[in-house]
Structures are given as structure tokens and as C-alpha cells.
């Protein structure tokens, strides 16, 4: 038998609601690529990448997309276990949500596809 969905539903629940206040070591972060065995290089606001750990209700039931963002907390360096700087605590799953938040304006709007960039799509809009 396979295993039951109320795990899964939970975490994707939880997921989708972003919190209204960060506290003091939350921080959010963009996925930069997969280290493996739950392990995340991420780069903060101010491009500094650090090592991360998904938080083990995560594990096997969410799957994190390279560039896609998630809701760090950082340790203090006094306890710090190797090179681990914190863990995942929550996976942006709904964007538009979190952007709404206060806490988010330090991540620009994504670019438009090229396809929205071209010279003919610029002209038809200025006449």
C-alpha cells in the first residue's frame, strides 16, 4: 500500500500560506542548485550563497525547483554544524502570494519572455 496523502496535503497546505512577519533569522532565498541528501545552496537578497537543509516534514513529499524561492532560517554561526548555515523552513509555492507581502520587496519581478521583448510587440503598444 502506499503511503497516506495527509502528510503530503499538510506540507503542501502549509506551504502556500506565507507568514506576515519574517522573524529576525528567517530570511527568503533563491534555489541556486541541488547539493543532494536534502541539501540546498541558496543565494540570500545580498548574493551570498549558503548551504541549507530542507526541513525533514519536506523530505519526499516537496519537490524544490532550481530558481525557485524558499523561506530560510538561518543559525547563528556559534551553532552551526559543519557547513550547514540553517535550514528550509517553508517552500514558495504560490508566488503571487508572497510577493503581496512586505518582506518580499527585496526580489525584483521576474523579465518578460523574449517573446514579449521584440520590436514589433513595442511598436504595436506605443500606437
Not at 506540507?11 to 512577519?21: F, H, I, R, V
Not at 532560517?73 to 556559534?78: E, F, G, I, R, V
Not at 528550509?88 to 502570494?97: G, Q, T
Request: proline share 9%; aromatic share 8%.
Amino acid at each position: 500500500m502506499g503511503r497516506p496523502k495527509r502528510g503530503i496535503r499538510a506540507a503542501a497546505e502549509e506551504s502556500t500560506t506565507p507568514p506576515e512577519q519574517l522573524a529576525p533569522s528567517q530570511s527568503v532565498a533563491k534555489v541556486a542548485r541541488a547539493e543532494g541528501n536534502s541539501l540546498y545552496t541558496c543565494h540570500l537578497p545580498d548574493q551570498r550563497a549558503v548551504l541549507v537543509e530542507l526541513a525533514a516534514r519536506f523530505r519526499n513529499t516537496i519537490w524544490i525547483k532550481r530558481g525557485g524561492y524558499v523561506l530560510l532560517d538561518l543559525t547563528a554561526p556559534s551553532d552551526q554544524k559543519g557547513k550547514v548555515e540553517g535550514e528550509i523552513v517553508n517552500v514558495v509555492r504560490d508566488e503571487k502570494a508572497w510577493r503581496k507581502q512586505s518582506y518580499w520587496s527585496v526580489y525584483p519581478a521576474p523579465p518578460l519572455p523574449p517573446f514579449y521583448q521584440s520590436k514589433s510587440v513595442e511598436a504595436h503598444a506605443s500606437a
